[in-house]
């Protein structure tokens, strides 16, 4: 009983903060729209029904989630060298190091989107420097320029995880591996690389998730031409007060980000369980 009551407080936070507001999502995503109010009398599946069969929402869905899993996949190129050098370097530039891959948190995702549009603007300093050599311009604001600014914004949560998982493993096991006669690669494929799985599923995860559910970035990168189901789902709640379709489309982001989330899990549970 003490132990419930510990957990009591965090309990509260979740069903108040979590639990309740996806049930009114549901709920709502069930309701009958209106055009005079939030929803109408009685309940549909009409709007199920509509977002899983036209052509135009699937497509949003695709997109949205190849979006997410390019980032995600760049992410973890880009991040894992750099979570094995910040984990394994002793250089007493170890802190800086560390400073940098957190500093791009401290700034909005405004002013960083911004940033990139400056950036990659048709006259900006990109095309400028190529330019300077002949090419371009090229157009960046656009499903290019979104990848780059998600990549650029998520990167950070997909190189903490890795470090803490890569500090956990002990360093001798790598040089145990050299000194049996395994190759570089054939130590960092049967050997780091397995034992950093608890981390790369973590980024994985956190990455893919807050890429799928990214809303300024697509908005303001995409130029008006990158549409997302995130900046759909706001356009139907804030534009046409269409709350119970909005919810419709965000249950069904939700649920399939979940289930390849969930497939994940499953392709990765050999490796977890050979780490423990």
Known sequence: MRRWLLALPALLMVVVFVVIPYLNIVVMSFRTPSAT?????????ANYARA?????????????????????????????????????TESRWRGLLYAGVLSPLLTGVVIRCFGWIILLANDGLVNQGLGLFGLGPYRFINGVGVTIALVHVFLPFMILPIMNAIQSVD???????????????????????????PGI??????????????????????????????????QQLMGGLLWPFGATLALILSLTALAIIGVFAALTRPSMQRVR
């Open 171 to 197: 360093p001798h096991l790598a040089e145990a591996a050299r000194t049996l006669g395994a190759s570089g690669r054939h130590t960092f494929f049967h050997v780091t690389l397995p034992l950093a799985v």
């Open 201 to 234: 599923q973590s980024g994985v995860v956190l990455v893919f998730v807050l890429s799928a559910s990214a809303y300024i970035i697509p908005m303001l990168l995409g130029g008006g031409r990158v549409q997302t189901l995130p900046t759909v789902v706001v």
């Open 37 to 45: 109010a939030i929803h109408g009398p009685g309940f549909t599946i």
């Open 52 to 88: 899983l069969t036209d052509s135009l929402y699937l497509g949003l869905l695709a997109d949205t989630l190849l979006y997410a899993l390019a980032t995600t996949s760049i992410s973890l190129v880009l991040a894992f060298p750099v979570a094995f050098h910040l984990a394994r």
